[in-house]
């Protein structure tokens, strides 16, 4: 961890997300809407419809960076973002921080009736490779991340607890299709050796998503896959709003490319992280942020996945 090796309570953890982080966006939009009786700032609760026929900004008050605390550069993290605000630190992933960390994680998830636990990754965060992301918070030479083993470690104690485990491959930094590997044809619990339920990429650079399908869409790795590349805010995808993945897809509108990237990932055997919460459609990374489908939208997808 940045700030040192104590790590909080998943209890606590979630005590300071439910507030912060998963509070739908919108209302806290309207209320300080209201509060600063700010009639431009209502715009943004226009219906998508009206959207098409205006620039209506719809990002997220804060990056997905502001909201971990993790906007680091060379002299650490940014001043105008409080640590103490922070919702996560960054860790380096080894086998090490599995053994420490998962037995708390799964026993809580379990106590909720999930059946797995999804680890979220920032990929190559520390230019071990190369990315577009921050530089690396964890000093020179600092050891490249021991992904695979992470997960490889998690297993027997996620299955103690009979739960699944997947992991954002950003960009596909960490993957390893020997995780896929599987020696008997019984569910994901009872078999020896395979350390993810499914392949969980999130492509956030132009042209990663052809070595996606490459890779994990390949014949030799086919076991199914999920594809998180985010359709953006508006037609515009504007790079200052977090939305690189989208460079080469101006003038399409967002709903329209997810179900172009949708369409894909169906030809590929996968799936594509678009709908959630029933019928609204992700734009970028935060769920609370994500749009109502219109009666078209849901025709549309219907059509799509055969359920027309």
């Known amino acids: 961890l940045i700030a040192g090796q104590w790590s909080m309570p998943p209890e606590d953890v979630v005590e300071k997300l439910a507030s912060q982080y998963f509070e739908v966006t919108d209302m806290r939009r309207l209320q300080q809407a209201l509060d600063s009786n700010n009639r431009s700032s209502l715009r943004r609760f226009s219906a998508r419809s009206l959207s098409e026929e205006v620039d209506i900004d719809t990002t997220q008050e804060q990056t997905y960076e502001e909201l971990c605390g993790c906007d680091v550069g060379t002299d650490g993290v940014q001043p105008e973002h409080d640590p103490e605000s922070r919702l996560m630190d960054i860790v380096n992933l080894n086998a090490a921080w599995a053994i420490k960390v998962v037995p708390r994680w799964a026993k809580f998830v379990k106590s909720l009736g999930f059946h797995g636990i999804h680890w ?8 071990w490779h190369q990315d577009t992301f921050p530089a690396n918070p964890f000093g020179d030479g600092s050891p490249t991340p021991d992904v695979a083993g992470f997960l490889r470690a998690a297993v027997p104690i ?3 607890y009979e739960l699944e485990q997947t992991l954002n491959f ?6 390893d299709p020997t995780l896929l590997n599987e020696h008997t044809d019984h569910s994901w619990i009872g078999s020896a050796g395979r350390a993810i339920a499914f392949p969980y990429w999130e492509v956030w650079t132009v042209g990663r998503e052809k070595h996606f399908f490459e890779t994990v869409g390949a014949d030799q790795y086919h076991k199914g896959f999920v594809l998180a590349m985010y359709p953006g805010y508006s037609k515009y995808h504007c790079c200052a709003k977090n939305e690189r993945q989208n460079a080469a897809e101006y003038g399409e509108w967002p709903f329209d490319l997810g179900v172009k990237r949708w369409q894909m990932c169906l030809d590929h055997g996968g799936s594509y992280h678009f709908v959630v919460d029933g019928l609204r459609y992700l734009q970028g990374p ?13 025709k549309r997808l219907r059509e799509l996945t055969g359920n027309a």
Do not use: I
């Open 158 to 160: 996620l299955r103690e």
């Open 120 to 127: 979220d990754t920032l990929g190559d965060f520390g230019h």
């Open 286 to 298: 935060f769920v609370a942020d994500a749009v109502r489908c219109s009666n078209a939208d849901v």
């Open 170 to 175: 950003v960009d596909g930094f960490g993957w």
